[in-house]
């Protein structure tokens, strides 16, 4: 699933490429389904202009000129994708939005091939909900390591799922969850009621430099090779992974352990992430 670098690099790259474009048509595809219907999603975003593109957690939002909001969140394999119009065909195309500004047409699809993506039409009301579902991201210049202490020690849970869960922490995904911990040297199990504000510091110190190396690399693309930008070019950050998909530790050569929290794989070294936890209550 896209993650904050990624849909920050799609939101960035719109907001440079098609703000203040006018939507003069859209196609929605037989059997998909937006919100709240199709025919409302088209009568009041037709013939609106783009005046600006936001990321807000995880999901993409295009503010037209209307107090209306388009949402799209790309979940597993969604991808937003700019064409002109010699390009003709993208697979799994769900939604087609035709731009025009002055003379000049462009094409913005909404491809899936799972269809667990969405998109929606939301109000001004409907957006500030939306903003209310999350918790602050790590780029969030308000997040303090105290305000990321209180935040980690409110939910008695481990590290890594509280990391996951976008009411407390949005943004982050599996792999840049699994990388902040092994930068921090963390063990991903560890209970929050272990943690101390020197943790929820380098948690935090860890999360931006991440973060901000995978936007300057335009995001990680995976083995699926689902991630595209909006040009169709796939990101490069997966070659700087620090423990994610790793067989060996970088910094030690130890053999990296997988196991699953929350659901989802994790990578860490067992050598420079100790689980401090074992042996507490024996």
Known sequence: MPELPEVHTISSDLNNNIKGYQIINIGIAENYSVYPNNAVFKSEAIGKYID?????????IVKLDSDTFI????????????????????????????????SEIKYLRFTDMRMFGKAALYTQEEIQKLKSRY??????????????????????????????????ISGLGNI???????????HPETPTSLLTLQDAENILESAREIVNESIVDRGSTLPDRMYVDIFGNEGSHQEHFKIYLRNFCPKCGSKVEYIKVAGRGTYFCPDCQKDTSKGLFE
Request: charged share 35%; hydrophobic share 35%.
């Open 71 to 102: 949402g799209i969140h790309l979940a597993m394999t969604g991808r937003i994708l700019l064409r002109d119009e010699e390009h003709t065909n993208d697979r799994w195309t769900k939604i087609i939005f035709k731009l025009k500004k002055n």
């Open 52 to 60: 600006e593109i936001e990321r807000v957690a995880k999901n993409i």
């Open 135 to 168: 918790g602050p991201d790590v780029l969030d210049t308000t997040l303090t390591p105290d305000k990321l202490y209180e935040i980690l020690k409110s939910k008695r849970t481990s590290v890594k799922n509280i990391l996951l869960d976008q009411e407390y």
């Open 176 to 186: 840049y969850a699994t990388d902040t911990l092994f930068l921090s040297k963390i």
